[in-house]
């Protein structure tokens, strides 16, 4: 793209009806908010506990600037690791039942640097086919061949493995990214002993933008059976889902006995209300990333304040089950009124409740008409969701009341319904 193609790019973007744009929140990020100077009440965040805004993870912040001052200064290798995050790193580790944890800046970063320190060149990476962003740009990064399966479809992912291995360099079945065809040369692999595969099946734990879970006992044996690492990004479902919201693993009881090949990847800045992210393993894995990691390795530490928050913010989403039951009960009201309304509801347990409008165009009328009754939800459009399936993105959280998922359900109950327009 050439400084003069710009503007006749954007101007299809618009007329596609893709074109994105930022809402100025005027506040903290809690319900009721004020969004471009008018009153709205939310229903976008992924602050699912509600503690974004939490009293204690505030005082938590400001204490730990009053203690560590604002910037760390370097990065972790360096001398930008504090004790605050040893801390943090210890309780999470704990929490997940891990010998370690790690602290990345963000879960993209995370992502990248998971995947690219332990896959590379002649390696294969698996990954569910609506796996977030980072974790298919960290396979592209790593130079790995990135083989898509069907979505959550453990089956399909075997015998994707299995034809790997009876063919290896084959590229049958195989799905690049839209742009980056497989890295690697089919016919040079050709007959060839596989050098190295497979390396690792990667899986959100609940999807981003449908709010499903992950087949993870499904995908832990077939990594276990295979070899491979199984990374489990559970940005949606830790603080959520599990014992003390230990998350999607918990869920399904995969989270007893650390294993060698799993890794949990979590993110601090959804559930636990403050900003950053985490990887957990075993120490070999930990000692890896802490050599290899680029993202890890050349940027500047976090905050130790902000860890100071988080480890406010760990103890709180452990300890306060109520936030958890009530986000529970929420979403059982929300379904329950939205099935009533007959809206294309998608099949999810979690506070990810999304409503397929289809065609961009229909996801931001929707989303415009709620806006204008004083409610917001985003419109979710490709490439962030696959094309035909925009949707309005509807989030919950534990800040919300029974009065707000009402409000919702009688704003719901005004849209036009895709077939009528
Ligand atoms: C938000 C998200 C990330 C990125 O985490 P950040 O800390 O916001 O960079 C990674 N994976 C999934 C599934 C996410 O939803």
Not at 260 to 285: E, N, P, Q, R
Not at 368 to 393: D, F, H, K, Q, W
Request: hydrophobic residues 40%; proline residues 6%.
């Amino acid at each position: 793209m050439t400084p003069n193609d710009l503007s006749a790019e954007l101007e299809r973007r618009r007329a596609a009806g893709l074109y994105r744009r930022r809402r100025v929140q005027d506040g903290p990020q809690q319900p009721q908010g004020r969004t471009d100077g008018r009153p709205m009440l939310n229903f976008g965040s992924n602050d699912y506990l509600g503690l974004a805004n939490h009293p204690q993870v505030i005082t938590a912040l400001q204490q730990g600037a009053a203690r560590w001052g604002v910037g760390s200064g370097s990065a972790h290798l360096v001398n930008g690791h504090s004790a605050a995050h040893q801390a943090l790193e210890e309780e999470l580790a704990e929490f997940t039942g891990q010998p370690r944890a790690l602290l990345f800046s963000t879960g993209y970063m995370a992502n990248l640097g998971v995947i690219s320190a332990l896959a590379g060149r002649g390696d294969t990476v698996f990954e569910d086919r609506l796996n977030h962003a980072s974790l298919l740009d960290a396979a592209v990064l790593s130079r790995a061949t990135l083989r898509r399966y069907p979505h959550a479809d453990a089956a399909e992912l075997a015998h994707l493995l299995d034809a790997d291995r009876r063919h290896p360099g084959r590229d049958a079945g195989t799905q690049a990214m839209d742009g980056n065809p497989p890295t690697r040369d089919a016919a040079q692999n050709d007959g060839a002993p596989h050098p190295n595969a497979p390396c690792l099946i990667a899986t959100d734990g609940v999807f981003s933008m449908d709010g499903d879970l992950a087949p993870l006992p499904a995908l832990a044996l077939i990594a276990r059976q295979t070899g491979a690492w199984l990374l489990v990004d559970d940005a949606h479902g830790l603080g959520v889902l599990g014992r003390e919201g230990r998350g999607s693993l918990d869920h399904f009881g995969l989270l007893g006995a650390p294993a060698d090949g799993l890794i949990l990847m979590g993110t601090l800045g959804k559930a636990f209300g403050t900003f950053g992210a985490f990887v957990a393993g075993s120490d070999a894995l930990i000692e890896t990333l802490i050599q290899r990691a680029r993202p890890y390795i050349y940027t500047t530490a976090t905050p130790p304040a902000l860890a100071e928050a988080t480890r406010v913010s760990l103890a709180l989403a452990r300890r306060e089950e109520w936030r958890r039951e009530h986000l529970k009960t929420l979403i059982g009201r929300f379904r329950a009124g939205a099935a009533q309304l007959g809206l294309p509801l998608a099949d999810s347990p979690t506070p990810i409740q999304p409503l397929t409008a289809g065609s961009s165009e229909h996801a931001l009328a929707w989303s415009r008409t709620l806006e204008s009754a004083g409610i917001l939800v985003t419109a979710i459009r490709p490439p962030t969701v696959p094309a035909g399936t925009a949707r309005l993105r509807i989030t919950l959280s534990a800040a919300h009341t029974q009065a707000d998922v009402e409000l919702l359900l009688s704003a719901l109950a005004t849209l036009p319904r895709v077939q009528d327009q």
